[in-house]
């Protein structure tokens, strides 16, 4: 399969629209603000993209590509995008953003026009699921995945069970967690949310569920809606603004995971320098890099 993308866990990137606002901590150094205005754009209009991107999902091999050794004659005039292939949605902006609601439902389309694609949505945006999930019955993506992007446990416990109550509610999606940039050690084995009216808690990481209301039955399940996949990464930042990440917390938040059985994903960590510089080691030797079974592993 051929990548197009420098984030490691993703082939290629769809971008059908661009700039953003900046919502927490997480957001201080995102880098799209620092492209967008190297290339004179203001980052924080949300614009919709060029047609070219909206088309790139279906974008055919071509005759040149085949002669360039890029693919094998046999692809021509198949999708550049290969059944498979992870692709991450909206690298310069969030999905779920206000400003691209009349835009959003011609993207769902987009997505479900292509169900042989495994489609990544990040997003700090975690409230905003449910409304932009209404009117859209019968919605059905073959494979996606949306990820809470959160950078400390404040983060977690407000998105995490916005997330969750989300797909209990639209079961049409997967699960996930974006821990990058994370700025501090964040116990996923503490984030929990409530159902059925708050009477059950339920732990994110586990999918187990109690009853916490000495009025009702009590009672113990395991299977509601959990998280099916974590991702976690120092920050990458220009030197002078970037956090640094002890990798310490990072491994505490990777085995949290591997307890749980949660496939979970290293994708960065920073050198433990004694000057905490920062410095980024991007392809952390022997630090797992696991995907869920759902999705294809390379
Ligand atoms: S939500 Fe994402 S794209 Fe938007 S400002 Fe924050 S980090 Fe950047």
Redesign the pocket.
């Given at each position: 399969m051929g990548t197009d993308s420098g984030i490691p866990y993703v082939h290629h990137t769809w971008g059908p629209w661009r700039g953003?606002?900046?919502?927490?901590a997480?957001?201080n150094n995102?880098?799209?603000?620092r492209e967008q205005r190297r290339w004179d754009n203001d980052?924080t209009k949300v614009v919709r993209c060029s047609k070219g991107n909206w088309r790139q999902p279906f974008k055919k091999v071509t005759a040149g590509q085949v002669a360039d050794g890029l693919y094998p004659l046999a692809q021509m005039f198949k999708e550049v995008w290969q059944p498979g292939d992870r692709v991450m949605v909206?690298?310069?902006?969030?999905f779920f953003?206000p400003a691209a609601d009349e835009w959003r439902e011609e993207a769902w389309g987009v997505m479900g026009a292509r169900p042989d694609i495994h489609w990544i949505v990040?997003?700090?945006?975690t409230e905003r699921i449910p409304e932009c999930f209404k009117g859209l019955a019968g919605f059905h993506v073959e494979s996606l995945t949306i990820l809470a992007?959160v950078e400390n446990q404040a983060m977690a416990d407000k998105r995490i069970p916005e997330l969750l109550e989300a797909k209990a509610e639209w079961p049409c999606f997967h699960a996930g967690v974006s821990l990058e940039p994370m700025l501090e050690y964040v116990d996923l084995r503490s984030v929990g949310w409530a159902i059925e009216d708050a009477d059950w808690v339920c732990n994110a990481l586990t999918g187990e569920a109690w009853c916490q209301n000495s009025d009702s039955p009590s009672g113990y399940v395991d299977d509601c809606p959990k998280l099916e996949w974590v991702i976690i990464g120092a920050e990458n930042a220009p030197k002078d603004k970037v956090r640094h990440c002890p990798s310490v917390n990072i491994h505490s938040a990777k085995c949290d995971c591997q307890s749980a059985g949660v496939p979970v994903y290293v994708k960065q960590i920073h050198y433990d320098d004694k000057d905490c510089s920062g410095r980024l080691n991007k392809m952390p030797k022997g630090w797992t890099r696991q995907y869920p079974d759902y999705m294809e592993s390379e």
């Open positions: 953003c606002t900046k919502v927490s997480g957001c995102c880098y799209m603000f980052p909206c690298p310069w902006s969030d953003h990040p997003t700090k945006r992007s």
